[in-house]
Protein backbone atom coordinates (compact mmCIF):
# COMPACT_ATOMS: atom_id res chain seq x y z
CA UNK A 1 0.00 0.00 0.00
CA UNK A 2 1.24 3.29 -0.84
CA UNK A 3 0.56 5.97 1.55
CA UNK A 4 1.49 9.92 0.24
CA UNK A 5 2.57 12.41 2.48
CA UNK A 6 2.45 15.96 0.87
CA UNK A 7 5.07 18.37 1.46
CA UNK A 8 3.85 21.42 -0.24
CA UNK A 9 1.52 22.27 -3.21
CA UNK A 10 3.80 22.41 -5.55
CA UNK A 11 3.59 18.71 -6.97
CA UNK A 12 5.75 17.24 -4.60
CA UNK A 13 5.05 14.39 -2.51
CA UNK A 14 7.09 11.68 -0.27
CA UNK A 15 5.93 8.49 -1.07
CA UNK A 16 6.76 5.57 1.67
CA UNK A 17 6.05 2.09 0.54
CA UNK A 18 5.62 -0.39 3.10
CA UNK A 19 6.20 -3.73 1.33
CA UNK A 20 9.00 -2.55 -0.57
CA UNK A 21 12.53 -4.41 0.54
CA UNK A 22 14.11 -3.15 3.40
CA UNK A 23 14.75 -2.89 7.14
CA UNK A 24 12.05 -3.62 9.63
CA UNK A 25 10.27 -4.58 6.61
CA UNK A 26 9.69 -0.48 5.59
CA UNK A 27 11.69 0.78 2.82
CA UNK A 28 14.89 2.79 3.60
CA UNK A 29 14.70 5.41 0.87
CA UNK A 30 12.32 7.75 0.11
CA UNK A 31 11.09 9.19 -2.93
CA UNK A 32 9.90 12.93 -3.62
CA UNK A 33 8.48 13.92 -7.15
CA UNK A 34 9.90 17.47 -8.34
CA UNK A 35 9.71 20.00 -11.01
CA UNK A 36 12.59 21.04 -12.20
CA UNK A 37 13.09 24.16 -14.23
CA UNK A 38 14.68 24.62 -17.57
CA UNK A 39 15.76 27.96 -18.60
CA UNK A 40 13.35 28.57 -21.61
CA UNK A 41 10.68 28.16 -18.80
CA UNK A 42 9.89 24.67 -19.88
CA UNK A 43 9.61 22.31 -15.63
CA UNK A 44 10.91 18.71 -16.72
CA UNK A 45 9.74 16.09 -13.99
CA UNK A 46 11.68 14.14 -12.13
CA UNK A 47 11.95 11.35 -9.15
CA UNK A 48 13.87 12.27 -6.53
CA UNK A 49 15.44 9.25 -4.18
CA UNK A 50 17.45 9.83 -0.91
CA UNK A 51 18.26 7.42 1.75
CA UNK A 52 16.36 7.63 5.52
CA UNK A 53 19.21 7.46 7.41
CA UNK A 54 21.47 10.42 6.44
CA UNK A 55 23.11 13.31 8.18
CA UNK A 56 24.80 15.02 6.11
CA UNK A 57 24.75 16.58 2.09
CA UNK A 58 24.69 13.69 0.08
CA UNK A 59 26.61 13.42 -3.71
CA UNK A 60 23.71 12.70 -6.74
CA UNK A 61 24.26 10.74 -9.47
CA UNK A 62 21.38 11.27 -12.13
CA UNK A 63 20.08 10.12 -15.26
CA UNK A 64 18.06 11.18 -17.82
CA UNK A 65 15.85 8.84 -19.67
CA UNK A 66 13.19 8.69 -22.25
CA UNK A 67 12.09 5.73 -21.17
CA UNK A 68 10.10 7.26 -18.38
CA UNK A 69 11.74 7.91 -14.91
CA UNK A 70 9.50 5.14 -13.02
CA UNK A 71 11.81 2.36 -15.14
CA UNK A 72 14.68 2.92 -13.26
CA UNK A 73 12.89 2.63 -9.60
CA UNK A 74 15.37 -0.72 -8.56
CA UNK A 75 18.54 1.19 -10.00
CA UNK A 76 17.73 4.74 -7.74
CA UNK A 77 17.15 2.81 -4.74
CA UNK A 78 20.48 0.82 -5.57
CA UNK A 79 22.52 4.25 -5.03
CA UNK A 80 20.52 5.63 -2.02
CA UNK A 81 21.57 2.16 -0.40
CA UNK A 82 25.28 3.03 -1.17
CA UNK A 83 24.55 6.54 0.64
CA UNK A 84 23.81 8.42 -2.54
CA UNK A 85 20.97 10.21 -3.90
CA UNK A 86 19.42 9.86 -7.17
CA UNK A 87 17.53 11.50 -9.10
CA UNK A 88 15.55 9.92 -12.04
CA UNK A 89 14.86 12.88 -15.07
CA UNK A 90 12.08 12.13 -17.70
CA UNK A 91 13.58 13.73 -20.93
CA UNK A 92 11.48 16.66 -22.47
CA UNK A 93 8.79 15.78 -23.83
CA UNK A 94 8.48 12.63 -21.88
CA UNK A 95 6.62 11.13 -19.09
CA UNK A 96 5.98 13.90 -17.10
CA UNK A 97 7.87 16.54 -18.93
CA UNK A 98 6.54 19.28 -20.45
CA UNK A 99 7.29 20.60 -24.48
CA UNK A 100 7.82 17.88 -27.31
CA UNK A 101 10.54 15.04 -27.39
CA UNK A 102 12.98 15.60 -30.01
CA UNK A 103 15.79 13.10 -30.01
CA UNK A 104 19.07 13.79 -29.97
CA UNK A 105 18.51 17.56 -29.81
CA UNK A 106 17.67 19.32 -26.25
CA UNK A 107 19.18 16.62 -23.50
CA UNK A 108 22.63 18.71 -23.29
CA UNK A 109 21.24 22.30 -22.11
CA UNK A 110 18.71 20.50 -20.19
CA UNK A 111 20.78 17.98 -18.72
CA UNK A 112 23.44 21.37 -17.54
CA UNK A 113 20.00 22.94 -15.81
CA UNK A 114 19.31 19.90 -13.84
CA UNK A 115 22.26 19.21 -12.84
CA UNK A 116 23.11 23.39 -11.40
CA UNK A 117 19.81 23.03 -10.28
CA UNK A 118 20.77 20.00 -8.04
CA UNK A 119 23.76 20.89 -6.56
CA UNK A 120 21.57 24.54 -5.55
CA UNK A 121 19.36 21.76 -3.28
CA UNK A 122 19.34 21.59 0.67
CA UNK A 123 20.13 17.61 0.29
CA UNK A 124 22.77 18.35 -2.16
CA UNK A 125 26.73 18.58 -1.01
CA UNK A 126 26.92 19.87 -4.44
CA UNK A 127 28.84 17.09 -6.53
CA UNK A 128 26.46 15.33 -9.52
CA UNK A 129 27.84 12.33 -11.16
CA UNK A 130 25.97 11.04 -14.33
CA UNK A 131 24.79 7.20 -15.23
CA UNK A 132 22.87 5.32 -17.84
CA UNK A 133 23.75 3.22 -21.11
CA UNK A 134 22.37 3.65 -24.90
CA UNK A 135 20.44 6.58 -25.33
CA UNK A 136 21.17 7.83 -21.76
CA UNK A 137 24.78 7.08 -22.16
CA UNK A 138 25.22 9.21 -25.46
CA UNK A 139 23.29 12.02 -23.63
CA UNK A 140 25.94 12.04 -21.14
CA UNK A 141 28.51 12.51 -23.50
CA UNK A 142 26.51 15.64 -24.31
CA UNK A 143 25.40 17.20 -21.22
CA UNK A 144 29.27 16.39 -20.68
CA UNK A 145 30.16 18.99 -23.16
CA UNK A 146 27.78 21.49 -21.81
CA UNK A 147 30.64 21.59 -19.14
CA UNK A 148 28.44 22.28 -15.89
CA UNK A 149 30.56 23.36 -12.99
CA UNK A 150 28.91 20.79 -10.67
CA UNK A 151 29.60 17.82 -12.77
CA UNK A 152 31.98 15.45 -11.50
CA UNK A 153 31.92 12.49 -13.70
CA UNK A 154 30.21 10.10 -16.46
CA UNK A 155 29.86 7.16 -16.97
CA UNK A 156 28.36 6.18 -19.71
CA UNK A 157 27.72 2.48 -20.89
CA UNK A 158 26.71 1.35 -24.42
CA UNK A 159 27.51 5.25 -25.54
CA UNK A 160 25.87 5.15 -29.20
CA UNK A 161 27.56 7.95 -31.73
CA UNK A 162 25.39 9.48 -34.11
CA UNK A 163 27.56 9.20 -37.36
CA UNK A 164 29.15 6.11 -36.42
CA UNK A 165 26.67 3.21 -34.94
CA UNK A 166 23.23 5.46 -36.55
CA UNK A 167 23.75 5.38 -39.21
CA UNK A 168 26.33 2.95 -39.82
CA UNK A 169 28.60 3.34 -43.09
CA UNK A 170 25.71 5.49 -44.55
CA UNK A 171 23.28 2.94 -44.47
CA UNK A 172 19.79 4.05 -42.31
CA UNK A 173 17.85 1.66 -40.92
CA UNK A 174 14.13 1.33 -39.96
CA UNK A 175 14.54 0.11 -37.04
CA UNK A 176 14.23 4.06 -35.86
CA UNK A 177 10.16 3.54 -36.71
CA UNK A 178 10.02 1.29 -34.07
CA UNK A 179 12.07 2.93 -31.65
CA UNK A 180 9.80 6.50 -32.38
CA UNK A 181 6.49 4.40 -32.03
CA UNK A 182 7.78 3.06 -28.69
CA UNK A 183 8.23 6.71 -27.58
CA UNK A 184 5.47 8.80 -28.72
CA UNK A 185 3.91 11.15 -27.01
CA UNK A 186 4.64 11.10 -23.06
CA UNK A 187 3.95 7.35 -22.16
CA UNK A 188 6.02 4.60 -23.26
CA UNK A 189 4.17 1.73 -26.15
CA UNK A 190 5.93 -1.54 -24.46
CA UNK A 191 3.38 -3.62 -25.97
CA UNK A 192 3.21 -2.35 -29.03
CA UNK A 193 7.25 -2.33 -29.44
CA UNK A 194 7.24 -6.12 -28.60
CA UNK A 195 4.41 -6.72 -31.56
CA UNK A 196 6.79 -8.86 -33.91
CA UNK A 197 4.16 -9.45 -36.00
CA UNK A 198 3.43 -5.53 -36.59
CA UNK A 199 7.27 -4.34 -37.42
CA UNK A 200 6.99 -7.41 -39.88
CA UNK A 201 4.65 -6.03 -41.69
CA UNK A 202 5.54 -2.74 -41.18
CA UNK A 203 9.06 -3.54 -42.69
CA UNK A 204 8.83 -6.39 -44.78
CA UNK A 205 5.94 -4.53 -46.33
CA UNK A 206 8.78 -1.29 -46.84
CA UNK A 207 11.43 -3.84 -47.92
CA UNK A 208 9.45 -5.92 -50.54
CA UNK A 209 7.57 -2.89 -51.84
CA UNK A 210 9.98 -0.57 -52.13
CA UNK A 211 8.29 2.04 -50.57
CA UNK A 212 10.22 5.50 -49.54
CA UNK A 213 10.66 6.00 -45.67
CA UNK A 214 8.79 9.62 -46.03
CA UNK A 215 5.32 7.76 -47.46
CA UNK A 216 5.88 4.95 -44.35
CA UNK A 217 6.24 8.09 -42.05
CA UNK A 218 2.92 9.64 -43.79
CA UNK A 219 1.24 6.33 -42.67
CA UNK A 220 2.47 5.89 -39.22
CA UNK A 221 1.48 9.90 -38.57
CA UNK A 222 5.34 10.64 -37.96
CA UNK A 223 5.74 14.53 -37.66
CA UNK A 224 8.27 15.19 -34.76
CA UNK A 225 10.86 17.87 -35.78
CA UNK A 226 14.03 15.84 -36.03
CA UNK A 227 12.33 12.36 -37.17
CA UNK A 228 13.36 13.32 -40.70
CA UNK A 229 16.76 13.98 -40.20
CA UNK A 230 17.14 10.26 -38.90
CA UNK A 231 15.59 9.27 -42.26
CA UNK A 232 17.02 11.39 -44.46
CA UNK A 233 20.85 12.06 -43.49
CA UNK A 234 21.72 9.03 -44.13
CA UNK A 235 25.75 10.33 -44.25
CA UNK A 236 28.31 9.77 -41.30
CA UNK A 237 29.57 13.52 -42.24
CA UNK A 238 28.19 17.34 -41.00
CA UNK A 239 25.04 17.19 -40.00
CA UNK A 240 26.17 14.65 -37.46
CA UNK A 241 28.66 16.73 -35.31
CA UNK A 242 25.57 18.31 -33.93
CA UNK A 243 25.23 15.42 -32.08
CA UNK A 244 28.30 15.22 -30.53
CA UNK A 245 30.22 17.00 -27.71
CA UNK A 246 32.26 20.03 -29.37
CA UNK A 247 36.15 19.44 -29.72
CA UNK A 248 36.41 22.98 -27.98
CA UNK A 249 34.14 21.47 -24.91
CA UNK A 250 36.42 18.17 -24.89
CA UNK A 251 39.12 20.00 -24.32
CA UNK A 252 37.81 21.75 -21.76
CA UNK A 253 36.35 18.78 -20.01
CA UNK A 254 38.79 17.98 -16.78
CA UNK A 255 36.62 14.82 -15.10
CA UNK A 256 36.97 10.96 -14.59
CA UNK A 257 35.22 9.08 -16.95
CA UNK A 258 34.24 5.35 -17.33
CA UNK A 259 32.77 4.28 -20.40
CA UNK A 260 31.46 0.18 -20.50
CA UNK A 261 30.99 -1.54 -23.12
CA UNK A 262 30.32 -4.94 -24.82
CA UNK A 263 32.34 -7.05 -27.93
CA UNK A 264 28.48 -7.94 -29.09
CA UNK A 265 27.10 -3.93 -28.08
CA UNK A 266 25.63 -2.81 -31.00
CA UNK A 267 27.05 0.43 -29.27
CA UNK A 268 30.39 -0.80 -29.76
CA UNK A 269 31.89 1.17 -32.45
CA UNK A 270 30.50 4.34 -30.79
CA UNK A 271 31.45 3.81 -27.11
CA UNK A 272 35.22 3.19 -28.58
CA UNK A 273 34.94 6.61 -30.32
CA UNK A 274 33.73 8.73 -27.68
CA UNK A 275 36.69 7.45 -25.52
CA UNK A 276 39.02 8.18 -28.64
CA UNK A 277 38.10 11.73 -29.01
CA UNK A 278 38.54 12.05 -25.35
CA UNK A 279 41.93 11.01 -25.46
CA UNK A 280 42.28 13.31 -28.36
CA UNK A 281 40.86 16.47 -27.64
CA UNK A 282 40.42 16.31 -23.57
CA UNK A 283 42.53 17.89 -21.13
CA UNK A 284 45.66 16.32 -19.45
CA UNK A 285 43.43 16.13 -16.58
CA UNK A 286 40.80 14.37 -18.52
CA UNK A 287 42.79 12.00 -20.51
CA UNK A 288 44.76 10.88 -17.05
CA UNK A 289 41.31 9.70 -16.06
CA UNK A 290 39.30 8.30 -19.16
CA UNK A 291 38.57 4.37 -18.57
CA UNK A 292 37.60 1.99 -20.64
CA UNK A 293 35.80 -1.29 -20.32
CA UNK A 294 35.37 -3.34 -22.68
CA UNK A 295 33.59 -6.75 -21.72
CA UNK A 296 32.29 -9.76 -23.75
CA UNK A 297 28.45 -8.55 -23.85
CA UNK A 298 25.94 -7.49 -25.89
CA UNK A 299 23.74 -4.35 -25.38
CA UNK A 300 21.50 -5.75 -22.88
CA UNK A 301 24.50 -7.46 -20.75
CA UNK A 302 26.19 -4.32 -19.66
CA UNK A 303 25.55 -4.99 -15.91
CA UNK A 304 28.20 -8.26 -16.95
CA UNK A 305 27.12 -11.63 -17.73
CA UNK A 306 28.81 -14.57 -19.30
CA UNK A 307 27.04 -15.48 -22.09
CA UNK A 308 25.26 -14.09 -25.03
CA UNK A 309 22.53 -16.23 -27.18
CA UNK A 310 24.52 -18.98 -27.53
CA UNK A 311 28.37 -18.41 -26.37
CA UNK A 312 29.30 -19.10 -23.53
CA UNK A 313 32.08 -17.30 -21.84
CA UNK A 314 34.52 -18.21 -18.56
CA UNK A 315 33.43 -16.78 -14.85
CA UNK A 316 35.10 -14.16 -15.12
CA UNK A 317 33.21 -12.62 -17.94
CA UNK A 318 30.00 -11.67 -14.99
CA UNK A 319 32.06 -9.06 -13.70
CA UNK A 320 30.14 -7.00 -11.11
CA UNK A 321 29.42 -4.34 -12.64
CA UNK A 322 27.05 -2.14 -10.10
CA UNK A 323 29.76 -2.69 -7.78
CA UNK A 324 32.40 -1.12 -10.02
CA UNK A 325 30.43 1.69 -10.53
CA UNK A 326 29.45 2.19 -7.27
CA UNK A 327 33.15 2.25 -5.79
CA UNK A 328 33.84 4.71 -9.06
CA UNK A 329 30.92 6.75 -7.65
CA UNK A 330 32.01 6.89 -4.06
CA UNK A 331 35.88 7.57 -5.43
CA UNK A 332 35.01 10.68 -7.28
CA UNK A 333 32.80 11.97 -4.55
CA UNK A 334 35.94 11.35 -2.55
CA UNK A 335 34.83 8.81 0.07
CA UNK A 336 36.49 5.92 -1.16
CA UNK A 337 40.03 4.36 -3.46
CA UNK A 338 39.72 4.62 -7.09
CA UNK A 339 38.66 0.48 -7.55
CA UNK A 340 41.08 -1.99 -7.75
CA UNK A 341 40.10 -3.29 -11.22
CA UNK A 342 41.24 -0.73 -12.83
CA UNK A 343 44.50 -0.81 -12.77
CA UNK A 344 44.82 0.32 -16.53
CA UNK A 345 43.49 2.98 -18.54
CA UNK A 346 41.62 0.07 -20.70
CA UNK A 347 40.07 -3.14 -19.69
CA UNK A 348 38.99 -5.54 -21.93
CA UNK A 349 38.05 -9.13 -22.54
CA UNK A 350 39.83 -11.74 -24.24
CA UNK A 351 37.26 -14.77 -25.34
CA UNK A 352 39.04 -17.96 -26.13
CA UNK A 353 41.40 -17.40 -23.14
CA UNK A 354 38.60 -15.96 -20.91
CA UNK A 355 40.80 -13.55 -18.82
CA UNK A 356 40.43 -9.79 -19.15
CA UNK A 357 43.86 -7.90 -19.95
CA UNK A 358 45.31 -4.47 -19.65
CA UNK A 359 46.18 -1.75 -22.38
CA UNK A 360 47.42 1.37 -22.54
CA UNK A 361 45.60 3.12 -25.38
CA UNK A 362 43.29 1.70 -27.93
CA UNK A 363 46.12 2.50 -30.46
CA UNK A 364 48.74 -0.17 -29.23
CA UNK A 365 45.95 -3.09 -29.35
CA UNK A 366 45.79 -2.46 -32.99
CA UNK A 367 49.44 -1.62 -33.81
CA UNK A 368 50.29 -4.83 -35.25
CA UNK A 369 48.69 -6.73 -37.98
CA UNK A 370 48.71 -9.47 -40.43
CA UNK A 371 47.96 -8.66 -44.10
CA UNK A 372 45.88 -11.35 -45.84
CA UNK A 373 45.31 -11.14 -49.68
CA UNK A 374 42.12 -11.79 -51.24
CA UNK A 375 42.41 -14.67 -54.35
CA UNK A 376 39.77 -17.19 -55.47
CA UNK A 377 39.51 -19.65 -58.93
CA UNK A 378 36.84 -17.05 -59.47
CA UNK A 379 34.13 -18.88 -57.49
CA UNK A 380 33.75 -17.76 -54.32
CA UNK A 381 30.02 -17.62 -53.87
CA UNK A 382 29.24 -20.28 -51.08
CA UNK A 383 30.99 -21.84 -48.09
CA UNK A 384 31.95 -25.03 -49.97
CA UNK A 385 33.43 -23.44 -53.16
CA UNK A 386 34.69 -19.87 -51.35
CA UNK A 387 38.14 -18.16 -51.96
CA UNK A 388 41.09 -17.82 -49.85
CA UNK A 389 42.96 -15.29 -47.75
CA UNK A 390 46.81 -15.46 -48.80
CA UNK A 391 49.78 -14.36 -47.41
CA UNK A 392 50.88 -13.01 -50.77
CA UNK A 393 49.56 -11.00 -53.37
CA UNK A 394 48.10 -12.89 -55.81
CA UNK A 395 46.72 -12.60 -59.42
CA UNK A 396 43.75 -14.24 -59.47
CA UNK A 397 40.63 -13.99 -61.78
CA UNK A 398 38.03 -11.84 -60.35
CA UNK A 399 34.51 -12.82 -58.00
CA UNK A 400 31.01 -11.91 -58.96
CA UNK A 401 28.29 -11.05 -57.12
CA UNK A 402 24.93 -9.03 -57.32
CA UNK A 403 22.87 -6.84 -55.30
CA UNK A 404 19.27 -7.19 -56.31
CA UNK A 405 16.84 -5.06 -54.75
CA UNK A 406 13.88 -7.40 -56.37
CA UNK A 407 15.26 -10.64 -54.89
CA UNK A 408 12.66 -11.27 -51.72
CA UNK A 409 14.32 -14.51 -50.28
CA UNK A 410 16.59 -12.21 -47.70
CA UNK A 411 13.04 -11.81 -46.13
CA UNK A 412 12.08 -15.37 -46.13
CA UNK A 413 15.45 -16.00 -43.86
CA UNK A 414 14.26 -13.33 -41.45
CA UNK A 415 11.16 -14.77 -41.04
CA UNK A 416 12.33 -17.83 -39.87
CA UNK A 417 14.72 -16.06 -37.48
CA UNK A 418 11.47 -14.09 -35.83
CA UNK A 419 9.62 -17.70 -35.37
CA UNK A 420 12.36 -19.71 -33.94
CA UNK A 421 11.47 -19.99 -30.23
CA UNK A 422 15.36 -19.79 -29.34
CA UNK A 423 15.43 -16.02 -30.53
CA UNK A 424 11.98 -15.19 -29.65
CA UNK A 425 12.30 -15.82 -26.18
CA UNK A 426 14.16 -13.16 -23.99
CA UNK A 427 15.28 -9.86 -24.68
CA UNK A 428 13.48 -7.52 -23.20
CA UNK A 429 10.38 -5.03 -25.49
CA UNK A 430 13.17 -2.56 -26.70
CA UNK A 431 15.27 -4.91 -27.87
CA UNK A 432 13.40 -8.31 -28.54
CA UNK A 433 15.64 -11.63 -29.92
CA UNK A 434 12.95 -12.05 -31.98
CA UNK A 435 13.69 -9.15 -34.65
CA UNK A 436 17.03 -10.91 -34.89
CA UNK A 437 18.54 -9.90 -38.84
CA UNK A 438 21.52 -9.22 -40.41
CA UNK A 439 21.49 -6.12 -39.08
CA UNK A 440 21.80 -7.21 -35.38
CA UNK A 441 24.17 -9.93 -36.67
CA UNK A 442 26.28 -7.26 -38.12
CA UNK A 443 26.02 -5.30 -34.65
CA UNK A 444 26.88 -8.53 -32.58
CA UNK A 445 23.88 -9.84 -31.62
CA UNK A 446 23.52 -13.36 -31.88
CA UNK A 447 27.41 -14.51 -32.50
CA UNK A 448 27.06 -17.92 -33.24
CA UNK A 449 24.30 -18.01 -36.20
CA UNK A 450 25.72 -18.51 -39.44
CA UNK A 451 22.87 -18.18 -41.40
CA UNK A 452 23.91 -14.42 -43.81
CA UNK A 453 26.99 -16.65 -44.39
CA UNK A 454 24.81 -19.41 -45.16
CA UNK A 455 22.75 -18.12 -47.37
CA UNK A 456 23.77 -15.72 -49.68
CA UNK A 457 21.21 -16.06 -52.50
CA UNK A 458 24.03 -15.03 -55.08
CA UNK A 459 24.61 -11.51 -53.25
CA UNK A 460 27.85 -12.12 -51.51
CA UNK A 461 31.37 -13.46 -51.52
CA UNK A 462 33.44 -16.04 -49.32
CA UNK A 463 37.28 -16.07 -48.38
CA UNK A 464 38.75 -18.59 -45.64
CA UNK A 465 41.94 -18.52 -44.44
CA UNK A 466 43.67 -22.37 -43.85
CA UNK A 467 43.47 -24.06 -40.48
CA UNK A 468 45.54 -22.37 -38.01
CA UNK A 469 48.03 -24.42 -37.22
CA UNK A 470 48.47 -22.89 -33.68
CA UNK A 471 46.22 -20.62 -31.41
CA UNK A 472 46.45 -16.73 -32.39
CA UNK A 473 45.08 -13.45 -30.82
CA UNK A 474 42.83 -11.18 -32.31
CA UNK A 475 42.81 -8.02 -30.74
CA UNK A 476 41.60 -4.74 -32.51
CA UNK A 477 39.80 -3.19 -35.26
CA UNK A 478 40.28 -5.19 -38.69
CA UNK A 479 40.54 -3.39 -41.74
CA UNK A 480 39.52 -3.93 -45.23
CA UNK A 481 40.63 -2.58 -48.74
CA UNK A 482 38.64 -4.20 -51.29
CA UNK A 483 38.91 -3.51 -55.05
CA UNK A 484 35.19 -3.49 -57.11
CA UNK A 485 33.81 -3.27 -60.20
CA UNK A 486 29.78 -1.67 -59.83
CA UNK A 487 27.87 -1.57 -62.84
CA UNK A 488 25.13 0.40 -61.37
CA UNK A 489 25.35 3.97 -59.30
CA UNK A 490 25.09 2.59 -56.02
CA UNK A 491 25.22 -0.38 -54.16
CA UNK A 492 25.37 -1.31 -50.31
CA UNK A 493 27.80 -3.63 -49.19
CA UNK A 494 28.13 -5.23 -45.52
CA UNK A 495 31.31 -7.48 -44.64
CA UNK A 496 31.39 -10.25 -41.58
CA UNK A 497 34.38 -12.07 -40.23
CA UNK A 498 33.69 -15.18 -38.13
CA UNK A 499 35.96 -18.04 -36.63
CA UNK A 500 35.36 -21.20 -38.21
CA UNK A 501 35.87 -23.69 -35.58
CA UNK A 502 36.68 -27.32 -35.88
CA UNK A 503 33.45 -28.77 -36.17
CA UNK A 504 32.14 -26.40 -38.47
CA UNK A 505 30.48 -23.75 -35.61
CA UNK A 506 30.85 -20.16 -36.06
CA UNK A 507 31.61 -17.51 -34.11
CA UNK A 508 31.22 -13.34 -35.15
CA UNK A 509 34.16 -11.29 -34.76
CA UNK A 510 33.81 -8.00 -36.57
CA UNK A 511 31.92 -6.47 -39.57
CA UNK A 512 31.64 -2.96 -41.56
CA UNK A 513 29.81 -1.91 -43.98
CA UNK A 514 29.21 0.66 -46.76
CA UNK A 515 26.96 3.02 -48.92
CA UNK A 516 29.24 3.19 -52.11
CA UNK A 517 28.01 6.23 -52.86
CA UNK A 518 29.12 8.00 -49.97
CA UNK A 519 32.32 5.66 -49.53
CA UNK A 520 34.30 8.86 -48.66
CA UNK A 521 31.90 9.88 -46.00
CA UNK A 522 30.30 12.83 -47.13
CA UNK A 523 27.21 14.18 -48.84
CA UNK A 524 28.86 14.15 -52.32
CA UNK A 525 27.91 11.19 -54.14
CA UNK A 526 31.06 9.72 -56.48
CA UNK A 527 30.69 7.65 -58.87
CA UNK A 528 31.28 3.67 -59.55
CA UNK A 529 31.90 4.00 -63.50
CA UNK A 530 35.57 2.53 -63.20
CA UNK A 531 37.48 0.21 -60.07
CA UNK A 532 37.34 2.18 -57.39
CA UNK A 533 39.17 1.23 -54.32
CA UNK A 534 37.20 0.90 -50.67
CA UNK A 535 38.06 1.07 -47.38
CA UNK A 536 35.42 -0.06 -45.28
CA UNK A 537 34.79 2.27 -42.06
CA UNK A 538 35.48 1.53 -38.25
CA UNK A 539 35.13 -2.37 -38.07
CA UNK A 540 34.55 -3.69 -34.73
CA UNK A 541 36.49 -3.98 -32.09
CA UNK A 542 37.24 -7.67 -31.39
CA UNK A 543 39.27 -9.65 -28.83
CA UNK A 544 39.46 -13.23 -29.13
CA UNK A 545 42.11 -16.27 -28.97
CA UNK A 546 41.39 -18.03 -32.18
CA UNK A 547 41.88 -21.71 -31.27
CA UNK A 548 44.58 -24.31 -33.07
CA UNK A 549 42.62 -25.80 -36.42
CA UNK A 550 40.28 -22.76 -36.41
CA UNK A 551 40.13 -21.09 -39.56
CA UNK A 552 38.66 -17.26 -40.56
CA UNK A 553 36.22 -16.34 -42.79
CA UNK A 554 35.79 -13.86 -44.84
CA UNK A 555 31.71 -12.69 -45.95
CA UNK A 556 31.25 -9.27 -48.38
CA UNK A 557 27.92 -9.18 -49.47
CA UNK A 558 25.13 -7.07 -50.27
CA UNK A 559 23.15 -5.87 -46.97
CA UNK A 560 19.42 -7.40 -48.31
CA UNK A 561 18.19 -6.75 -44.89
CA UNK A 562 14.52 -5.11 -44.38
CA UNK A 563 15.95 -3.83 -40.70
CA UNK A 564 18.33 -2.10 -43.24
CA UNK A 565 17.38 1.26 -45.49
CA UNK A 566 17.01 -0.21 -48.80
CA UNK A 567 18.89 1.15 -51.84
CA UNK A 568 17.07 0.30 -55.05
CA UNK A 569 21.08 0.88 -56.87
CA UNK A 570 19.85 3.86 -58.77
CA UNK A 571 21.27 7.13 -59.00
CA UNK A 572 18.66 9.10 -57.18
CA UNK A 573 19.54 10.14 -53.21
CA UNK A 574 18.05 6.70 -51.60
CA UNK A 575 15.73 8.57 -49.42
CA UNK A 576 13.68 10.09 -53.03
CA UNK A 577 13.96 6.35 -54.72
CA UNK A 578 10.45 5.25 -56.08
CA UNK A 579 9.40 1.98 -57.06
CA UNK A 580 10.45 1.47 -60.93
CA UNK A 581 13.92 2.28 -60.02
CA UNK A 582 15.38 -0.81 -59.11
CA UNK A 583 18.70 -1.63 -60.74
CA UNK A 584 20.33 -5.11 -60.45
CA UNK A 585 24.04 -3.72 -59.54
CA UNK A 586 26.39 -6.81 -60.79
CA UNK A 587 29.67 -6.23 -58.56
CA UNK A 588 33.37 -7.80 -59.16
CA UNK A 589 35.88 -8.36 -56.33
CA UNK A 590 39.25 -7.67 -57.94
CA UNK A 591 42.35 -9.32 -56.34
CA UNK A 592 45.17 -9.26 -58.90
CA UNK A 593 48.34 -6.95 -59.54
CA UNK A 594 47.00 -4.47 -60.18
CA UNK A 595 43.73 -4.34 -57.94
CA UNK A 596 45.50 -6.10 -54.45
CA UNK A 597 42.43 -6.34 -52.19
CA UNK A 598 43.70 -6.40 -48.58
CA UNK A 599 42.66 -7.71 -45.12
CA UNK A 600 44.36 -6.55 -42.28
CA UNK A 601 44.08 -8.53 -39.82
CA UNK A 602 44.91 -7.36 -35.78
CA UNK A 603 46.81 -9.88 -34.21
CA UNK A 604 49.59 -10.66 -31.43
CA UNK A 605 53.30 -10.14 -32.65
CA UNK A 606 54.23 -13.78 -33.16
CA UNK A 607 51.48 -13.84 -35.65
CA UNK A 608 51.47 -10.53 -37.12
CA UNK A 609 54.24 -10.12 -40.19
Known amino acids: MLRPQLFDTRDVMTIISDNAPGSRGRADYSVRFVRVPMRDGVELGAILYLP ?137 SWNMAADVLLFNRIQGDLYARNRSYLEVQDELGFHATGWEDDLLSTTWGPIWEARRPAQDALSKLDIPVLSLTGLYDTCLIGTL ?211 VTCDAPDADLAVLLYEVLEDGSVIFLSSSQLRLRHRDGGDETMPLNTPVLLKFPRFRFVARRIARNSRLRLVVRATACSFMQKNLNSATPVPDQQPGEERVANIQVLHDLEHPSLFRLPTSPEFAR
Not at 86 to 115: H, K, M
Open 52 to 188: IDRSDRLPTVMEMTPYLADNLHREAISFTREGMAFLAVDCRGRGGSNAEFQQWVNDGPDGYDTIEWIAAQSWSDGQVGLTGGSYTGWNQWMIAGTLPASLKTIVPSAAFMPGYDIPRGGIGSPYIYRWRLTLKGHSI
Open 273 to 483: EHHRRLQQHGSDKARENNYLVIGPWDHRGMDGCDQVYGLKFGPAAALDVPKLKFDWYRWVFGHGEKPAFLDAPIKYYLTGNEEWRNAESLDSLCSKSRPLYLASDGKADDIFRSGWLADEIGNTPPDSFVSDPNDLRPLETESTLSNSPELASGGGAVFPRAYNSLFFILGGEDPTNAVFCHNTYGQGVIYHTPPMDAPAEVIGEPALDLW
